[in-house]
């Protein structure tokens, strides 16, 4: 299958950019640096999640950064929701998109969502059609699909059979993610072959985190094999508060390097990318994973 020539870049970092790290940041700087964004060529944005706070209060203030972000045309706004009341409030802040997250292991869903695998299917449904209804987009994120941390490996075939209901369900996008970032690249071509044959025609999307060093091959290994929507977070910060020892997503402008040099076009400028990074980790009192903006770039 031959790689797209155009991938589109989900910017995920002003959520799971932010959710796992120690310094919550003010409403005023989050919208900031979805601004920064934008105005570095991100089109796309995970921007906020409509969870529970006292859970994840990075997450806080949710409908205000809504209220704030800038409305450029082209570009949009995608809200993290796990249940009916998340919609209801994502509805109401004015989201473009709808993302619902269904892990693939019982015990991630438990202490993620408080529910089972089975449970949260069937909240996807109630969710994309109360979406579909308001003429809102849903996606759904499997997450642990290559791996959990409670359950050790993961089932590929119950990740196709999700990603299945999901799309019978009306998801228009599905999202491979590697939660804990133990997937590789043999896992990537396996597990992408069985849910396009689970789920034909819906759109994929794909979701990896860098723990092992993997993150950028597995990238690369998704594009060869169609997909061409790729989530990534701004200096490669991110992680999960309910996954032990996961890292960062693979960072954005180290993405869009790679894939500017092998021929695929995103409309993100990495180099303005890597400064968002660098000022966000100035915020963040840590510096960014990211690679780039220490690099430098490609000299001449």
């Known amino acids: ?27 005023a700087d989050k919208v900031e640096l979805i601004r920064r964004l934008v105005a570095a060529g991100a089109r796309r944005i995970e921007a906020v999640s409509f969870v529970n706070p006292r859970r994840v ?4 203030g949710a409908e205000e950064v809504m209220a704030a ?23 109401a802040a004015g ?3 709808v993302n619902v997250a269904i892990p693939a292991t019982d015990e991630f869903c438990r202490r993620n969502q408080g529910t089972t695998v089975e449970e949260m299917t069937a909240v996807f449904a109630d969710i994309a ?17 290559f791996g959990c941390p409670f359950e050790g490996e993961t089932d590929p075939g119950r990740v196709a059979a999700i990603a ?5 369900a009306g998801a228009v996008e599905i999202a491979v993610a590697d939660t804990i970032g133990v997937g590789v690249p043999r896992q990537v071509a396996d597990l992408l072959a069985r849910v ?7 759109r994929l999307r794909c979701h990896f985190h860098n723990t092992r060093n993997t993150g950028y091959a597995n990238a690369h290994t998704a594009l060869e094999h169609g997909v061409d929507v790729l989530d990534a977070s701004v200096g490669g910060f991110g992680g999960c508060p309910f996954a032990p020892g996961a890292t960062g997503n693979i960072a954005t402008e180290d993405l869009v390097y790679l894939l500017d040099r092998s021929g695929a076009a995103t409309g993100v400028d990495s180099a ?5 990074g660098t000022w966000l980790g100035s915020l963040l009192g840590k510096e960014p994973p990211a690679l780039l903006g220490r690099a430098g770039g490609f000299p001449g």
């Open 57 to 60: 209060p990075q997450m806080a």
């Open 272 to 276: 303005a990318t890597a400064r968002v």
């Open 95 to 97: 989201v473009d998109e």
């Open 129 to 145: 059609a109360a979406a579909a209804e308001a003429g809102t987009p849903v996606s759904a994120t499997v997450s642990t699909a």
């Open 164 to 168: 299945r209901d999901a799309a019978a």
């Open 196 to 202: 396009r044959a689970a789920a034909p025609g819906v």
């Open 69 to 91: 972000v800038p409305r450029t045309d082209g570009v949009s706004y995608i809200g993290l929701v796990l249940n009916r009341k998340g919609l209801d409030r994502a509805l």
């Open 1 to 27: 299958m031959a790689a797209a020539e155009r991938v589109e870049i989900v910017e995920v970092g002003p959520r799971d950019g932010l959710q796992n790290e120690d310094t919550p940041l003010s409403v």
